[in-house]
């Protein structure tokens, strides 16, 4: 059985509503860190469960359909590409017996130091922008070295 630090589930017998477990406790981290959110799903009479994996339900979808055995504790790395509040949101169970577990998380912004290209540039380009050989008969290249 997996083992969560001062993590209880009470299951009534009969009952198979499934229960969502989690000791994550993290409630602010900076955009693009990642953070690992354990997991475990029990559903009485189940020996897997599908979850799906929210970052802000329902319209951003993480993962989908993913099995997790009751025997296991999932690992969901979660990394934030976007900053402000957000609430993750976690679902097992079925459409006719479906529960959700929200994690509220504040995400702060990322500050990258960056500049613009000077505009004294003789070329610019993009990979995608050459399409063939013509393309690349246009390309002139002064020698700032000598």
Same mark, same amino acid.
Request: charged residues 25%; hydrophobic residues 35%; aromatic residues 14%.
């Given at each position: /059985?997996?083992?969560?630090?001062?993590?209880?589930?009470?299951?009534?017998?009969?009952?198979?509503?499934?229960? =969502?477990?989690?000791?994550?406790?993290?409630?602010? /981290?900076?955009?693009?860190?990642?953070?690992?959110?354990?997991?475990?799903?029990?559903?009485?009479?189940?020996?897997?469960?599908? !979850?799906?994996?929210?970052?802000?339900?329902?319209?951003?979808?993480?993962?989908?359909?993913?099995?997790?055995?009751?025997?296991? !504790?999932?690992?969901?790395?979660?990394?934030?590409?976007?900053?402000?509040?957000? !609430?993750?949101?976690?679902?097992?169970?079925? %459409?006719?017996?479906? #529960?959700?577990?929200? =994690?509220? @998380? %504040? #995400?702060?912004? @990322?500050?990258?130091?960056?500049?613009?290209?000077?505009?004294?540039?003789?070329?610019?380009?993009? #990979?995608?922008?050459? !399409?063939?050989?013509?393309? /690349?008969?246009?390309?002139?290249?002064?020698?700032?070295?000598?």
């Amino acid at each position: /059985m997996p083992y969560f630090e001062e993590e209880y589930i009470f299951a009534e017998p009969g009952n198979d509503t499934p229960i =969502i477990s989690t000791n994550f406790t993290v409630s602010e /981290m900076k955009q693009y860190d990642i953070v690992k959110i354990p997991l475990y799903i029990y559903r009485e009479g189940y020996n897997s469960n599908v !979850v799906n994996l929210y970052e802000s339900y329902p319209d951003i979808l993480k993962q989908e359909k993913l099995p997790i055995d009751k025997e296991t !504790v999932y690992t969901w790395n979660y990394s934030p590409t976007t900053y402000g509040n957000k !609430v993750l949101v976690i679902v097992a169970g079925d %459409s006719n017996n479906q #529960v959700m577990k929200e =994690i509220p @998380l %504040s #995400v702060e912004e @990322l500050k990258l130091d960056h500049a613009e290209e000077p505009d004294d540039y003789t070329f610019k380009f993009k #990979v995608n922008s050459f !399409v063939g050989n013509e393309d /690349m008969q246009k390309w002139t290249f002064i020698d700032h070295l000598n």
